[in-house]
């Protein structure tokens, strides 16, 4: 996620088209209005378009306005959104479902700055930051004959890919206090609302396919039924029903206690070293691993030097399987996986791509 504040703040420092991808509820307008608060736009008008979410035939009223007698129905003059953007920023979202006949409108006030209100005899000039977001494969829509190729060009200058919440595992302590902080304020609640560790370690344990949006709803859920000064497992019953056999006191690793940082991760560096060793001269002489830290003593977490020929095996066999070790021992959290293993993300990333390796499920390959 450091990378995407990075490029966010980046992208803040000038007036460039952003095209924001990523999955549903991963917060793409959340990390938009951010680009427009630390730019030179900000306290201007932020205004945001789902553009799949407005029927076909109004899309076009809706972005650039209409004159009154402008077509049936209507009866006044209506200002779009790019006029109420004037000066600010048009967060266009799901702009992968915006119609081709509006997308010919949108490229040329991407152009030239100006647009044309239906009904208009005359083109407006507008002066509008312009971010987009999808979850779609926009490549693959100009393939399908989906979405313009000359506007897919001027629109991805700067694209910002953001990852799902599952692959950035060590936000979700921090997310979650905010949300019930701000809920709690939003409840009315005569205190504030800490969150337990067991709890956190469920809410981290859990792969969110319905990302950041459905853990603040969760937490919603939790603050608005609970009734001491703490939110407990036992707050969360619909995650923990989708997590059948979890213990919460069986994964300490899993949360995130800023009193506790160093201390945690210190330990779960020992245990992973631990479990990790590596086995020389005879493949059939491994050690135990160690008991009682959520190892298992099978030997599918022990790496093995040799292979059946009693040769070293080779290096890049080992480095893969101590990747799919890692990948699934810290449970797909990228950033813990390569500061333990002492890479960057990036190189993670690469060496996951070299190998095949599908970071959600370690234990088989990638599609």
């Known amino acids: 996620m ?3 504040i990075d490029l966010a703040h980046r992208a803040a420092q000038s007036n460039i088209p952003v095209v924001l991808e990523g999955e549903s509820g991963v917060g793409k307008e959340l990390v938009a209005r951010a680009i427009q608060a630390a730019s030179d736009r900000a306290g201007k008008p932020f205004v945001t378009v789902n553009c799949g979410a407005i029927p076909h035939n109004l899309v076009e009223s809706i972005l650039f306005g209409h004159e009154k007698g402008a077509f049936t129905g209507a009866a006044e003059r209506h200002v779009g959104k790019f006029m109420e953007a004037d000066g600010g920023t048009l967060f266009l979202d799901e702009i992968g479902d915006l119609p081709l006949e509006v997308q010919v409108k949108l490229l040329r006030a991407v152009q030239q700055g100006e647009i044309e209100t239906v009904g208009a005899r005359v083109a407006q000039k507008v002066n509008v930051r312009l971010i987009s977001a999808t979850n779609k494969d926009l490549i693959e829509e100009v393939k399908a004959g989906r979405f313009r190729e000359d506007l897919y060009y001027r629109l991805n200058v700067f694209p910002i890919t953001m990852p799902a919440l599952r692959r950035r595992k060590e936000d979700i302590p921090h997310l979650a206090r905010a949300f019930a902080d701000r809920f709690a304020i939003e409840q009315k609640l005569d205190h504030p609302l800490a969150i337990s560790n067991s709890a956190l370690a ?40 989708q997590l059948p056999g ?6 300490p690793t899993l949360v995130v206690d800023n009193s506790q940082t160093h201390a945690s991760e210190a330990a779960a560096g020992e245990r992973m070293e631990r479990g990790m060793r590596v086995v020389s001269s005879d493949a059939t002489a491994t050690s135990p691993l160690p008991v009682g830290d959520g190892l298992s003593t099978g030997s599918d977490n022990v790496i093995v030097s040799t292979n059946t020929s009693g040769d070293v095996r080779k290096l890049a066999d080992v480095e ?12 797909g959290q990228m950033s813990q996986v390569a500061r333990k293993l002492g890479i960057g993300r990036s190189t993670l990333y690469r060496k996951l791509k070299d190998y095949g390796i599908d970071p959600d499920d370690p234990q088989k390959s990638a599609a």
Do not use: C
Request: aromatic share 14%; charged share 25%.
């Open 202 to 241: 469920l809410l981290t344990a859990y792969d969110w396919p319905g990302n950041i949006r459905q853990l603040e709803n969760a937490v919603f859920r939790a603050v608005v039924l609970s009734e001491g000064s703490e939110l407990l497992d036992t707050d969360f019953p619909q995650i923990a029903a």
């Open 320 to 331: 893969e399987e101590l990747i799919r070790f890692a990948l699934k021992f810290y449970r």
């Open 246 to 251: 979890y213990f919460a006191n069986e994964h």
């Open 2 to 4: 450091m990378r995407v």
